[in-house]
């Protein structure tokens, strides 16, 4: 009796539900959700699909165009990004920039293709757009791994005085000053200021040694003084990234929190590269003992991985873990293997980073024809004024070599390049920066990029020619 008593009450409407809302009614909409999210979430991969298309064709098609100027195929990308996203195409967009999904052509494609419902349209735009992001970081993390790969660690060590003093030189000038002139001539607050002064700080390494192959001055005197000034200033940009992306989290300077930043940067990094070179011996054994596939760039990413969870759990960036970890890893015998091996990767996955980052760059606030873009216009060519000089005169710094040429040492530490997009992306993450801020940095880093190799080509070329002339009268 007690059972069937129990089996009736099970059946009868429950006393908080309204009668017009049986319990059968709720398990028909439970069920009807259940499809509808199964139905949404085949959508999501879709739409992931379908960006990533777009993301890797535009990336390849601007990267071969730049490759083909001799340019930076990373340029190419940025282009790229900026060609398919919210400043012309619309067909990667995402909801932080103030999009709907209603803005994007290919979530309408979705919509139309598959007769979904405005409601579903946006949460399939929503979770499609948080997974791109999510590559995308990963995008970043794979890149400062790779770049902490490449770097010597003991070329770092051995670097001479004169680099020393060009890098931090071309660190301090180009940040104090970024910082100082937006700050007080354009009354920019205090966190996007910092953001845009510190990603007038790095040099890209790539673009001025490739530059420097082709002329054949990469084994010069100034050619090694901006080769070792480019690797430090990547190290000395990658905390101050680190240091300012901290800030943009809590919304606010306090100056024992800048310190701490500082300390805890320089201490992470020093100490993970003393234990890393301690237990590297420990990785090359482990990795012989492995018999499976990918034994070295698995083992390598769950290191760069757990590195940049700890940088992450202090307040740090993770993208400080993952160069940590390349520097260290490129201690081991293990390094080209590693590196032949984790191109594949970063071929995946970075490009999805710069692409985005264009893609979110809204170029329109540069527009001077209308009034209230004009800020943002101005804020370009101040960034982009002080970006050159402020590299410029880091040459006046070369103590103790007669006869060596100071402005093409100054113009070999010009361009911005991937390390610049770096900061430009990670500041769009956090939302420290504006959306003129934003396009500012992108635009001053386009710039800086194109215009350093021909002026390092011409500086280079000027004392050859006077010697030719000398000569000949």
């Known amino acids: 009796m007690a059972d069937t008593t129990a089996w009736v009450n099970l059946l009868t409407p429950l006393p908080f539900l309204p009668p017009e809302h049986p319990l059968p009614y709720l398990l028909a909409t439970a069920t009807e959700a259940t499809a509808n999210e199964a139905e949404n979430g085949s959508l999501v991969l879709a739409g992931v699909l379908l960006s990533l298309v777009v993301i890797y064709f535009a990336s390849k098609l601007g990267g071969e165009i730049c490759a083909r100027i001799n340019l930076p195929p990373v340029l190419g990308e940025l282009v790229g990004g900026v060609v398919v996203g919210v400043s012309a195409l619309n067909l990667l967009v995402f909801p932080e920039g103030g999009s709907a999904a209603s803005n994007s052509v290919m979530m309408t494609f979705l919509q139309t293709t598959a007769g979904l419902t405005p409601e579903a349209t946006n949460s399939v735009f929503q979770s499609t757009s948080e997974v791109i992001s999510v ?16 770097s010597d660690l003991k070329e770092l060590i051995r670097v001479g005085p004169q680099a020393a003093v060009v890098a931090v030189v071309g660190v301090v000038v180009p940040f104090a000053a970024g910082t100082a002139g937006l700050a007080y001539l354009f009354d920019i607050s205090a966190v996007p200021a910092i953001f845009a ?61 800048v310190i701490y930043l500082i300390i805890s940067a320089g201490v992470f990094l020093v100490g993970a590269i003393l234990i890393g070179r301690f237990l590297g011996p420990y990785f090359v054994a482990l990795v012989k003992e492995m018999k499976t596939r990918g034994q070295v760039l698995l083992t390598a990413l769950i290191f760069a991985f757990v590195l940049s969870y700890i940088a992450t759990a202090i307040q740090l960036e993770a993208i400080l873990g993952a160069f940590a970890a390349g520097l260290v890893l490129a201690e081991t015998d293990k390094r080209r293997e590693l590196e032949e091996q984790v191109l594949p990767v970063a071929d995946i996955l970075v490009p999805i980073f710069f692409v985005t ?44 070599q007669s006869g060596i040429n100071r402005l093409a040492i100054g113009v070999g530490m010009i361009p911005r390049g991937e390390v610049g997009l770096v900061f430009a992306g990670v500041g769009s993450a956090s939302g420290a920066l504006s959306e003129a801020t934003e396009a500012a940095i992108i635009m001053m880093v386009i710039l800086t990029t194109f215009i350093a190799p021909p002026l390092l080509r011409l500086v280079f070329q000027e004392p050859s020619e006077q010697v030719e002339t000398a000569g000949e009268s």
């Open 135 to 150: 590559l995308a970081e990963l995008g970043v993390i794979i890149l400062l791994f790779e770049i902490g790969l490449e």
């Open 197 to 257: 002064g510190a990603a007038l700080t790095a040099t890209s390494i790539g673009i001025t040694a490739k530059v420097l192959a082709e002329i054949g001055q990469l084994s010069s005197k100034e050619g090694q003084i901006i080769i070792g000034a480019a690797v430090l200033d990547d190290v000395l940009g990658i905390i101050v990234l680190a240091v300012v992306a901290s800030l943009a989290k809590t919304g606010e300077v306090v100056i024992t929190n």
């Open 357 to 400: 980052v264009g893609a979110k760059t809204d170029l329109s606030v540069l527009n001077p024809a209308v009034p209230s873009n004009r800020e943002g216009l101005i804020l370009a060519t101040f960034l982009i004024v002080v970006a050159i000089l402020g590299k410029v005169i880091t040459g006046l710094t070369v103590f103790g």
